[in-house]
Structures are given as C-alpha cells and as structure tokens.
C-alpha cells in the first residue's frame, strides 16, 4: 500500500505543467484580437497591391513598360507618358531633405542620448515631437514663404523660381528631424550601459565613447530609422504639392520648378477625371512605382539590419 502511494506521487510530480489546460478568458480574447490586427494588416497590404497592380496593367495595355521608364516627357495631352521627370524630382527632393534629416536628426538623437541632462532631455523631446505635430501642408507655405526668398537672396533673384526643388527638399528635411531623431535615440539608448562604462574605464572621452562605441552598437537601429525617413521623404506629398511646383520637368537643376511623383498624384486626382482613362490608370502606375521603390528600401533595411545587428544578454 505504501509503495503504491509512492509511486502515485512519484507520478504527480514528474507530470509535465500545461499551460493550456488552465484557459484564461482575458488572454484568450487580447490573444484573438492581435491575431485579429495582424491579420487585417495582411489583408490591407494584398488588397492594395491588388488594386495598384489590376488598374496599372490597364494602363501598360495602351502604354509600353519600355516607354513608360525610359521616356523623359510627362504629357498626357499629347500622350507621352514618361515617368523619368517625376521620378527625378522625387530623387532630388528626397536627396536635399536626407542631407538635412539624417546629419541633424543623428547629432540630435547623440546629444539627448549621451550629453543632455534629464531636464534638458524633458525640454527638448517635446519641442521635437511639436515639430512632427505640424501639418504638412503648414511646412508647404513655409517653404514657399520663408525658404524661396531666403534662397533667393543668397542665391540671386535670377536663379532660383519661385516654385522650385530645393526649398521643398530643405523643408522636407526639416519635417523629418523628429523622425529620425526619435528612432535613432530609442536605438542608442537601448546600447547596455556596461559598454559606456567599460569605455570610460580605458580612458575614452564621452565624445569617443559615443561615436566609436555606442554609435557602432546601435547601427541597427540607426540604420532602420534612416530608411524610414528615405520612405517618409519620398512618400510626402503636400509639401511638394505646394512649393516645388506644378509641371512635370526633366531636370538636374533644384532651383527649377518640378513635379514629385506624389504632387502629380494630388493634382490630378482632384481634377474632372474620368473613370477607366488613360490619365486615371496613369495614377496607379505612378502609385505602383511608389510602391515598389518603398518595397525595395524596406528588403534592404531588413538586410542590414539583420547584417549589423547586435544581441546583448
């Protein structure tokens, strides 16, 4: 009788513990609605490549994919349809507003992660995230206002339109600070303080130990930050739409006035369109391009991501 009790209890405490035969109601329904929202999200992103891709194919129908990314004329009164001139001004607009967003936003993310003090950090931060809360379309007439006769002056009245690339790309930039400031800081402050203070006990300076060791253990996330801000700045619409102009021209030359892919769009779409046209296809194909230009910044972001990043225990 003794031994059977041992080994019945023996038995008991070699049972493996379940989990799952103790259900929670409250788990089980948080549980569902994630699965809920990321299911969603799935859903989302097909049924916009499915109405991108099915209204792009009726436009390559009447236009070749060959003309369509070799042809430098955007026209579709005299049915040219050569995405070459938005595409440029989108690169160039997007390359002005990184040489602004990525140095300052990184110098910003530095300070408040390894020099600012606790209430210079609760100053700053929020005067930052003000910066993000204006509207984009505030930061347009800003840029028409104030940065096109600032650019006039240094550069000269004859030399830069009053629509033009530049102000908006350096507007642009200005917008993005926030972003990639943010992003960067939540990378570096999350760098083990334990490599801060093994830096400090080999004799290295704060500015030392922040750019050759804490700055090379966040490059993951750094990395990630900067790509979004490519993504937010290539994607931005009503600056553009306002201060860099209206007319769909192929040029190197950022004090021109030009179109964005994304301005084109905004214009257009609100005009006396009619459904199935050619003009109306030609927005999906221009927002199937946008699509596949953040797509491949995000397979690469993933890649170098993967490739830099760094696992502390």
Known sequence: ????????????????????????????????????????????????????????????????????????????????????????????????????????????????????????????????????????????????KFMTPLLKSVFGEANVNIYNMASAGLVMGIMIIPLVSSMSEDALSAVPRTLREGAYGLGATRLETAIKVVLPAGISGIIAAFVVAISRAVGETMIVAVAAGAKPTFTFNPFEAAETMTGHIARISGGDLSYASIDYNSIFAIGLTLFLMTLGLNMISRRLVRRFREVYE
């Open 1 to 144: 009788m003794d031994s059977r009790r041992i080994t019945t209890s023996q038995r008991e405490t070699t049972r493996p513990f379940s989990l799952k035969k103790q259900p929670r109601l409250g788990e089980s329904i948080i549980q569902g609605f994630l699965l809920f929202c990321g299911v969603l999200s799935m859903f989302t992103t097909i049924g916009i490549v499915i109405v991108l891709g099915s209204e792009s194919i009726a436009f390559f129908r009447q236009v070749s994919i060959v003309e369509f990314v070799t042809n430098t004329v955007w026209s579709p009164q005299i049915d040219e349809f050569g995405i070459l001139p938005l595409l440029l001004s989108t690169l160039l607009t997007s390359t002005i507003a990184m040489f602004i967003a990525l140095p300052t936003g990184l110098a910003a993310a530095i300070y408040l992660s390894e020099y600012a003090s606790r209430r210079a950090r609760s100053i700053l931060k929020p005067v930052l995230e003000v910066l993000a809360g204006v509207p984009t379309v505030v930061y347009g007439y800003f840029a028409l």
